[in-house]
Nanobody
């Protein structure tokens, strides 16, 4: 199978920055689109940002201009640089990946989620 392990969450003051990382491991034939989602208490999970294998990016309206998503295909890792953080950015951030699991001769698509990392922004 495939696992996603996130790191980099924590407590930061408003206006500060954090960088999240998500590393994929396991029976990976190819990693396609990777992304970050977040869920605040009492709210639905929302898309923060996504990046294709080729580097095309997409952002949620609330984070445009403040967050930057990037990836290192050699390390099967996606990053989220978060700047100018606001208290409303407080949430559990989840990594997501569209994966082809298996080998060259036999693989299948799978959507994988990480366990989440908490980001808390104090005012």
């Amino acid at each position: 199978q495939v696992q996603l392990v996130e790191s980099g969450g924590g407590l930061v003051q408003a206006g500060g920055s954090l960088r999240l990382s998500c590393a994929a491991s396991g029976s990976i034939f190819s990693l396609n689109t990777m992304g970050w989602y977040r869920q605040a208490p009492g709210k639905q999970r929302e898309k923060v940002a996504a990046i294709t294998r080729g580097g095309s990016t997409d952002y949620g309206d609330s984070v445009k201009g403040r967050f930057t998503i990037s990836r290192d295909n050699t390390k099967n890792t996606v990053y989220l640089q978060m700047n100018s953080l606001k208290p409303e950015d407080t949430a559990v951030y989840y990594c997501n990946a569209e994966v082809q699991v298996g080998t060259f001769f036999s693989h299948r698509p799978l959507e994988v989620w990480g366990q989440g990392t908490l980001v808390t922004v104090s005012s």
